[in-house]
């Protein structure tokens, strides 16, 4: 693999029984090799097998979206129609004849018929993106879709049966939701049939430098620059960041900085400084030796898996073990924890 030059340091060959899981995650634009992204891939491609409902789960910028076309592509109805749609992005007026279509004359400035996307998505699948954007009343009506398999235009008599796979996507905990009633029960439980959870990038910081390396040649190819380096210094600042935009606010930064560089590298002073304002490492910062500092972002010389490690023993530990008790103080999802028990051989 031909890494861009800065990066050899920063990212192990992977052990050989992910390569086959890594090439494939990259033809639909997912680039990773920890445990965690792998095997959030491994749990869409067994949903794929299946005309089971899915509910993707994740912070906005995780590749919600990536997932919902891998799982659609990959499984029995990838002959069939993807039709996406963005509950959040359309005026709560417009959704339901987005969603059903319409009639000609069904309301004023219908002046023809509009076939919905749920029609449009028969024999394959949509994709709701931010689906817990929805009203409830809204909700009622997908809830009969899925029950009945019928849809019926807006202003129209004519029930329209459909074959329709849903994948949904939220960034919110839509069961947090439903005990709020802001969410249907009945629903939630139709469209999550199976779940899937996407990491953060803080919690897969070990892919950063793959995904800094992906972006540079893709917009290498896309800018029409000459990028053939990044400063180490760089790829510690971007490891020790939290990401609260996650990769598409990594993506962001490298664009930034390939176009306000003035040579073929990519050095600190090409990093967007309003980016970064939070601090990531651990408490006792006094205690460390060996660190560069760029605003308040600080940037150790200290093994990061170590680190990792003391963090979540420190976290264990505090909650007497508990593992919905750790995985709360640190802010990530239980699953993820466990795997990440794993690999630092904790019991």
Excluded at 217 to 239: A, C, F, M, T, W
Aim: glycine fraction near 6%; charge should be neutral; hydrophobic fraction near 40%.
């Amino acid at each position: 693999m031909q890494l861009i030059k800065g990066l050899e340091n920063f990212i192990e060959e992977p052990q050989q029984e992910k390569l086959q899981y890594i090439e494939e995650m990259k033809q639909f634009g997912i680039i990773g090799s920890s445990d965690s992204i792998i095997q959030s891939f491994l749990r869409a491609k067994k949903a794929a097998k299946s005309n089971a409902n899915i509910l993707i789960q994740g912070d906005s910028g995780t590749g919600k979206e990536l997932f919902a076309i891998a799982t659609h592509y990959l499984g029995i109805r990838k002959d069939g129609p993807l039709v996406k749609l963005n509950c959040a992005a359309i005026p709560e007026t417009l959704l339901e004849s987005e969603l059903f279509g319409y009639e000609k004359g069904a309301f004023t400035g219908a002046g023809r018929q509009k076939i919905g996307k749920f029609e449009n998505a028969n024999k394959g699948t949509i994709f709701l993106d931010e689906i817990g954007e929805m009203s409830l009343a809204l909700q009622a009506k997908i809830l009969r879709v899925i029950e009945d398999k019928i849809v019926t235009r807006v202003g129209g008599l004519e029930a329209i049966n459909i074959d329709v796979r849903i994948i949904s996507a939220t960034n919110r905990d839509l069961w947090q939701e439903v005990r709020k009633t802001k969410f249907r029960e009945d629903l939630y439980y139709r469209i999550n049939v199976i779940f899937l959870h996407l990491p953060p990038l803080r919690e897969r910081r070990e892919d950063i430098p793959l995904l800094v390396d992906f972006f540079i040649k893709r917009y290498v190819e896309l800018e029409g620059v000459h990028i053939s380096q990044i400063d180490e210094d760089v790829v510690k600042l971007l490891i020790s960041f939290n990401w609260p935009g996650n990769v598409r606010q990594l993506e962001n930064v490298i664009h930034h900085a390939m176009i306000m560089t003035d040579d073929e590298r990519i050095s600190i002073d090409d990093i967007p400084d309003n980016i970064f304002s939070s601090s990531s490492t651990s408490e006792n910062i006094n205690n460390l030796t060996g660190y560069i500092k760029k605003d308040n972002v600080i940037i150790t010389d200290l093994d990061l898996d170590e680190m990792e490690k003391t963090q979540i023993l420190k976290a264990l530990e505090k909650a007497h073990w508990k593992m919905s008790k750790a995985a709360e103080l640190l802010g990530i999802h239980r699953n993820t924890l466990t795997q990440k028990m794993k690999k630092y051989k904790l019991k």
